[in-house]
């Protein structure tokens, strides 16, 4: 049953402590979703509908307070090493240089971390290349604090790719970039999901960013009753780029379609 689907979540609450549990306060209500191997995911909804603790939930890091999920036909029981993840605010160990800070995945998740002392030469021109499309390129051997915040946040998606985990979770991770860079990793975003079979969740408040890279769009609502609203899929052709997307009209009837929810519906959906 839950072998087809590559994350599953069947009526999953969670309250995060014994208090709000005893209060019915739930940080997210309800949720039932399956989503396949490969697909991306953008999610949307307003400040405080539980994004961020839908990431926590599908990477173990918290344990439901009611309900089931399953990754990869396992039930998740504790933080998950299949998954690689980005947030918003930028985790860089401060004692490794930015090329370091890039390649640790590889040195810790198998099968790149017994290959790692044959194979460095080559994981680091793979780092040093995701680096220069960011705009990092020269700043390898530099350490956390020789960088600006949006620098180092730029290099943590970097490290958050590098060894192309089987899920990618990103909570909002090209927000504070500028327009010229967030372009540039959208580009290679598109370039790596279509090369890969990866599974990507990603928030964003973009909604260009969300119908660009995404297959589908959740949409969630804020409280009382924080859940999961609407699934929208994504009506562009797979081989949609920046450039091309929104020559097609279909572009703006879904951009309506997530504005209106933004605006209208995600905050009034509880009541309807
Ligand atoms: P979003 O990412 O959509 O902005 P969050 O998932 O961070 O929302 O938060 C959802 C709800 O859970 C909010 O009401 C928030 O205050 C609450 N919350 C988040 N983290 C914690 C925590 N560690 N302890 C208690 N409540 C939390
Ligand atoms: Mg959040």
Redesign the pocket.
Known sequence: MTTANFVDFQNVWLA??DE?LAQNHF??EDINLQVKQGEFIAIV??????????M?LTTGLKRPSKGQIFVDGQPVTGPLKISGMAFQAPSLLPWRTTLDNVLLPLEIVEPFRSQFKQRKAEFAERASKLLRTVGLGGYEDKFPWQLSGGMQQRASICRALIHEPKMLLL?EPFGALDALTRGNIQDELVTIVRQTKQTIFM?THDVDEAILLSDKIFL?SN?PR?KLAEIVTNPLPRDRTRATMHHDPKFYEVRNHLIDFLVHRSKTFAAA
């Open positions: 995060y402590n709000l940080a997210v909804g307003p400040s405080g509908c539980g994004k961020s603790t839908f926590k909570d928030i969630m409280g924080a």
